[in-house]
């Protein structure tokens, strides 16, 4: 057994046997109310899930096994220069709960680049595929066509004690994600760049690598993939990408289909497609401006108008957080190092300085702060990497690592097949009846 894999299964079989306990004592413990709001609204905020991997503070913001951004930037192994943390730190600590050494990220990428094996029926899946077909399109049915190397359905299949399914999860997460920046480049190349693609560069790490496939070269954009793909990693189980993987994994399907599925929920307007909606915005902002540079009068009237015609600004409000989005206060601060005479760069620090006040001044804004949509799509403009389509596969590479790894987590605890119960509308109008009663009965007593 690898050294990770025996790390994640002590820790794991000691949490399981804990929450056994905690499940037989407390099972009845009431947790939480339930309002009709949260019923008709999406459950919004519910308390529902297991999910180990990170949790999401309205006021400090996410915070990966108990650790901030800030902390994790300054705790996490380093990249070649020095500077941004290495994803493969971080998915060691979502599965572990433990910071990595050096030497322990060293094996993990190691691990991730010979396992890097992608069978040609994936790549002639993608190539069967029309060239203007979306790029998250194609990313999810690459990802599907790679579900021939499941070793949870192999196994399975074969016939699997429960206690163990969290072991063939291990490997196709680890298999998976060892693949993922490979599928992606080869799409954006072949979409984007004539299909001239790019082959590995077995020296670099997970995401050096990806940077160098992506045929955007230099240290400072590598540097950019290593913040970018560690921030985006996780942010709790009830966002939509997450929750999705959740409950189509809860259902014991492999890691394949889970995330397939958890990628095309992130490819919805509401979620994951945010990041390309915001650089749309701004360009369309740009162009009825007539400069690169507007002014902060300019960028306030172009708010206002944007507000007066009903519409939302992109990249600004976000369903649990109350504060400035830790990523996005991460991303600035690496464009402040690396870019800070970026154009685009400063247009995106200009809004940053012109919209909270204007959503707050509306008094019905529970957050005019922007989210780490706001500031992502700029710097990717800033290197180059100017196709929004492709804007949320990068996303979708990132977020496997913490849907995977929480995936590797709900097995290893057994957790059970996710089933809330529905209700219909006429169920809601019986509830409301006596309440609705009660006003009338309090009058014709009055009146008596």
């Known amino acids: 057994m690898d050294p990770l894999k025996q790390k994640f299964f002590e820790k794991s079989s000691k949490l399981r046997d804990e929450l056994r306990a905690i499940l037989k004592k407390h099972g009845t413990k009431k947790v939480d109310d339930v309002t009709l709001a949260q019923v008709i609204g999406g459950a919004r ?25 800030p902390e994790l930037k300054e705790l996490l ?27 322990e990220v060293r094996w993990l990428t190691d691990q991730w680049t010979h396992r890097c094996v992608i069978p040609q029926h994936v790549f002639d899946a993608i190539d069967a595929l029309p060239v203007e077909t979306h790029a998250m399109t194609q990313y999810s049915i690459a990802i599907s066509a790679m579900q021939t ?41 072949r979409k984007y760049h004539g299909g001239d693609d790019i082959p ?51 259902t014991l399907s492999d890691p394949y289909l889970a995330l397939a599925a958890g990628m095309n929920s992130l490819a919805g307007p509401l979620h994951g497609l945010a990041n390309q909606e915001v650089i749309h915005w701004i360009n369309n902002m740009l162009d009825a401006i007539g400069t690169k ?28 957080l ?6 996005f206060m991460a991303q600035k601060a690496f464009a402040e190092e690396y870019c800070k005479d970026s154009d685009i760069v400063n247009v995106i620090w200009k809004v940053f300085e ?39 596969v990068l996303f979708g590479v990132s977020r496997a690592l913490g849907v995977l790894s929480a995936m590797c987590w709900s097995r290893a605890l057994g957790l059970p097949l996710e089933r809330p119960k529905s209700v219909t509308t006429d169920s809601i109008k019986e509830w ?17």
């Open 45 to 69: 905020g519910i308390k529902m899930m297991i999910w180990e991997t990170s949790r999401l503070d309205p006021v400090h913001g996410i915070h990966f096994r108990g650790y901030s951004i």
């Open 77 to 103: 192994p380093k990249g070649d220069c020095g500077k941004q943390p290495r994803p493969e730190g971080l998915f060691w600590l979502m599965l572990t709960g433990d910071i990595p050494t050096d030497e």
């Open 149 to 189: 190397e499941s070793v949870f359905a192999k196994r399975y299949n074969e016939g699997l004690n429960k206690n163990e399914y969290w072991d063939p999860i291990y490997e196709d997460t680890m298999n998976l994600i060892a693949r993922l920046p490979r599928i992606a480049t080869y799409i954006y190349r």
């Open 200 to 250: 590995r560069d077995f020296s670099q790490d997970w995401a050096g690598n990806f940077a160098h496939m992506l045929g955007i070269e230099g240290e400072d954009f590598k540097s950019l993939m290593r913040l970018y793909l560690t921030i985006h990693a996780d942010h709790e189980g009830g966002n939509a990408s997450a929750h999705t993987t959740h409950l189509v994994g809860s």
């Open 293 to 320: 540079t507007p002014t902060t009068e300019q960028i306030t009237n172009y708010v206002n108008s944007t507000l007066a015609s009903g519409r939302v600004i992109p990249g600004y409000g976000h369903a649990v």
């Open 322 to 327: 109350r504060r400035p989005d830790p990523r």
């Open 354 to 392: 012109v919209v909270p006040p204007i959503l707050e001044s509306l008094g019905k804004v529970k957050n005019p702060w922007p989210n780490v949509d706001a500031h992502s799509g700029a710097l990717l403009v800033h290197y180059g990497l100017k196709e929004y389509g492709f804007y949320t």
């Open 432 to 448: 409301i009846k006596p309440e609705a009663k009660a006003p009338a009965k309090a009058k014709a007593k009055k009146q008596k």
